[in-house]
């Protein structure tokens, strides 16, 4: 390592003194002005991390549902999976050294980690939209390179393709091409085989309308739209042409709000979803006969998708193990239609794609979905060889059941100062400030079928508040009767919270 190029380089990407940042749900994320020297670092995290998987790491520059003046960092482990928690730290622990202690850290965690500082190194980079996002890949590529890394940048990707291109990198190209015509390609392929399988034909089975948040997702699926046009006709809103990035659109907007987006009519039996800023997100919606608007969110998703694979591996006669991993929002009504309808065992996980992956990888077939719309699912490499090979051997209607499965492998991209509160059981009970748990526990009583948790977002600098009820009303009125007691237990800044 030549440590006196790493010290002079740091210096063109100087952290502000006195600024502490945490790897946190998904990375590094704050406003745009505060990150340069994270960007660099994490580049010169990626390059170590390379080093010892032996491995292409990725980069991606974002800060998903964030405002456009955010911008954030995450770090792709080898196979497309979230960086590994110890490694986490480490990006902590980087990110907070001060100028002179650069060199100590860098050798310190190569140390801890065993990392062979002669082995060659692999970085991919993948920004989003935003203003500040092309600048920083290069401070992020100006960390790699000062450490002796090579780099690709893919420039202008989403947080899938960048996981995706990690994952066909590692496997030497058997996920598939690392290139976007390959992701096109692979995705569409499965997709439009699966459209030719569907019983529904009808048309409007075949249009959906698009919310882009105003984010890459427009510009990506403009490029993709034709490779699957004979499945799909695609009707795109806020594609960035005029509005904000997520500014009242988006699935974080549309979720929260349980309304469409703006710039977005719907009409009786239309269907329409939403990304978020870096498409990895979807919900998807509708308006009944009545103009009622009905959210698909990742709840109604996962029990979705879950339903449809055990009715074709019923059709099969294979006997699999699958199983469903939600977090503390889920809607209690979605775990109990899982479990006590569906029979399918489900797991409660904390916020973040990364707990609920980890845990999704324990089935031979893992579904898993967040309310907010980020999910997959996972077939374990012994499942997909049996389909691989039912595929061959089947025939009629068990053969076709299995050939849809086949397809929807390929379909499913598999890669995939608020700290005074603390929490535990999945995130679902308060321990800290004291009494905060008991508050809301009293709260909750009053309502029917009620539920309500409280936990520190991991990517923004606020208090999620999370309330379900038999009524809207009553939810809405339980969401505020706790975020007042937040407000109050844990010293609450800023006007109290409005109904
Ligand atoms: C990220 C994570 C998600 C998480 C979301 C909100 O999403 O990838 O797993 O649900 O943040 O996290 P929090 O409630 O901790 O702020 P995204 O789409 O912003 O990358």
Redesign the pocket.
Known sequence: MDLSAITKHSALHAKPSGLLLQY???GFRMKAEHLDHIMFRMGLLAVLRSKQTKSTIGVMVTA???PEEDNGVKLVDPLGEMLAPSWEEHATYLANAEEEDMQRVLIDISEKEAVDLQQDAFVVIGRDTRPSSEKFSQSVIDGVTVLGGQVHDYGLLTTPQLHYMVCCRNTSGQYGMATIEGYYQKLSRAFVELTKQASCSGDEYRSLKIDCANGIGALKLKEMEHYFSQGLSVQLFNDGTKGKLNHLCGADFVKSHQKPPQGMEIKFNERCCSF?G?A??IVYYYCDADGHFHLIDGDKIATLISSFLKELLLEIGENLNVGVVQTAYANGSSTRYLEEVMKVPVYCTK???KHLHHKAQEFDIGVYF?A?G?GTALFSKAVEDKINQLTRELEDKKGKAAKILRNIIDLFNQVADRKVISTTDAERQAVTPPGLQEAINDLVKKYRLSRAFVRP????DVI?VYAEADSQESADSLAHEVSLAVFDLAGGIGERPQP
């Open positions: 946190g749900t998904a998903s549902h964030n978020d870096d990895d997100r916020t973040g794609v967040e907010n980020h977002s991991g990517t923004e999620r």
